[in-house]
């Protein structure tokens, strides 16, 4: 069955660095959102992507994220210069209309 | 602006039927979803239901919505131990809006 994958699994980065996170989304999707869940919160809406552009965002997605469909079959989450409050749970979801999103397994974000 | 929510925590006796309740506000939603998240793991998608539809039945779990009421639950049947986890509610204005999850603990 297919699904989204996301890399890495884990990632652990000082303040201030750089981080990419990469999803794969079902090869026939036209939709890709990032979502995020700070441990013991709820599921927060990032962003959201089509048609090579960006369609929506939540006011979290500040200038020091962005996201990029680089090629046929990534999409990827760049966060600038991390904070401490970015230590997260990141998901990468993708679907084929506005219907159903399906979920990756998440990246977990632990920035020191 | 959307808002969802739900209670946050119901423990159940395994066999016994769970019961989960989620209210929302936004009335154009066309999708209303339940997913489970297990420790550690990702986010699954359990079901969904269309806004025109009153019910949904899926092996053990019935989805029950009431437009006029903007509420919304999910029964889960002969609840197991693989049934611990929490619930999110969410509804579709496109992108998703989560309620904040139901932690259910099944006993034995």
């Known amino acids: 069955e297919p699904e989204v994958t996301q890399t890495p699994s884990h990632q652990v980065t000082q303040m201030g660095q750089e981080v990419i996170l990469r999803c794969v989304p079902i090869?026939?999707?036209?939709?890709f959102y990032w979502y995020r869940q700070i441990l013991g919160q709820k599921v927060e809406f990032l962003v959201s992507?089509?048609?090579?552009?960006?369609?929506?965002k939540s006011e979290i997605f500040d200038d020091q994220f962005s996201v990029e469909r680089p090629d046929g079959s990534n999409f990827t989450l760049k966060i600038r210069s991390t904070k401490l409050e970015d230590s997260a749970m990141y998901f990468c979801?993708?679907?084929?209309?506005?219907?159903?999103?399906?979920f990756g397994e998440g990246s977990r974000l632990t920035v020191l | 602006g959307e808002d969802v929510e739900q209670s946050l925590f119901l423990s159940v006796r395994e066999g016994d039927s769970s019961v989960i309740n989620c209210t929302y506000t936004?009335?154009?939603?066309?999708?209303l979803y339940w997913y489970k998240q297990e420790p550690g793991a990702g986010l699954q998608l359990l079901t969904y239901i269309f806004s025109n539809m009153d019910m949904k039945q899926d092996q053990r779990l019935t989805v029950l919505l009431n437009k006029k009421d903007k509420h919304l639950s999910l029964r889960i049947a002969d609840t197991q131990t693989g049934d611990s986890a929490i619930y999110f509610c969410?509804?579709?204005?496109?992108?998703?809006?989560f309620g904040a999850g139901t932690t259910v603990t099944v006993r034995a």
């Open positions: 969410a509804e579709n204005d496109y992108k998703l809006s």
């Open positions: 979801a993708s679907s084929k209309d506005r219907g159903e999103l399906f």
């Open positions: 992507f089509y048609n090579n552009e960006i369609s929506e």
């Open positions: 090869s026939n999707h036209l939709y």
């Open positions: 936004d009335s154009s939603s066309t999708y």
